[in-house]
């Protein structure tokens, strides 16, 4: 991951357009092909972003106070950032290495391990291929095929919020470069799905599914799952 605090102003090009005055911000580019602009508030939300596959060209520019210029450009879409540079204030590197993902609480790690010990209560034919699937952003908490062999990632919750289907949808994005996987779809499966998370998620192509955790961990008497 690189770390750059600048003094910079951000243009976006694409569908539409956006600019962010001259200002100083946290610029956030990572092992993924990421870049993300960054305040001083908003929580973790950037102000602008671009999500791999994705380049950023690095030149110098001279015009207006500014010391650089960089591009990010989007390898698919050719949506633009663009960063104008006044002053860099702090421009530092490290490796990260690969993430040990985030760890469940009892419950959510309970329910990762019942869906996939009995996966076919998502559907008849779903087979298990892997729980914990190893990415470079992370584990997929369960990695599995459906009746028709296509590849099903799934992101588990106890309580399915927006940024669960964003997490998801990272996930997907990455997936889907493999050709030995690709198409992969994605299935959000919480206790509880937010109505805003389900609005994301059928807008991103997930279908969210509700578990009954009591339902798993008596799947040997009748229960339901949906």
């Excluded at 062999?149 to 949808?169: C, F, H, N, P």
Aim: hydrophobic content about 40%.
């Amino acid at each position: 991951m690189r770390l750059v605090i600048a003094r910079c102003s951000v243009d976006y090009a694409g569908k539409l357009t956006a600019h962010l005055p001259m200002a100083p911000r946290l610029i956030l580019i990572k092992a993924d092909g990421s870049v993300s602009v960054h305040a001083d508030d908003r929580a973790y939300k950037p102000l602008n972003w671009m999500n791999p596959p994705c380049s950023m060209r690095e030149e110098s520019y001279t015009e207006n106070g500014a010391v650089a210029r960089w591009t990010v450009t989007h390898g698919k879409s050719g949506e633009r950032l663009i960063l104008t540079i006044e002053e860099i204030l702090h421009d530092t590197s490290h490796e990260l290495g690969i993430d040990p993902g985030l760890r469940k609480d009892g419950v959510e790690a309970h329910l990762q391990e019942l869906l996939a010990e009995h996966i076919t209560t998502l559907g008849d034919g779903y087979t298990l291929i892997r729980r914990e699937f190893p990415t470079a952003i992370g584990p997929v908490d369960i990695l599995c095929r459906d009746a028709d062999s296509a590849t099903v990632a799934i992101e588990i919750k106890r309580r399915g919020e927006i940024d669960g289907v964003e997490q998801l949808t990272r996930y997907l994005e990455l997936l889907n470069r493999d050709p030995h996987l690709a198409p992969v779809r994605g299935v959000f499966a919480a206790q509880e799905i937010k109505p805003q998370a389900r609005v994301l998620a059928a807008d991103r192509g997930i279908h969210c599914v509700t578990l009954d955790y009591d339902a798993l961990r008596g799947i040997e008497h009748e229960g339901t799952l949906f």
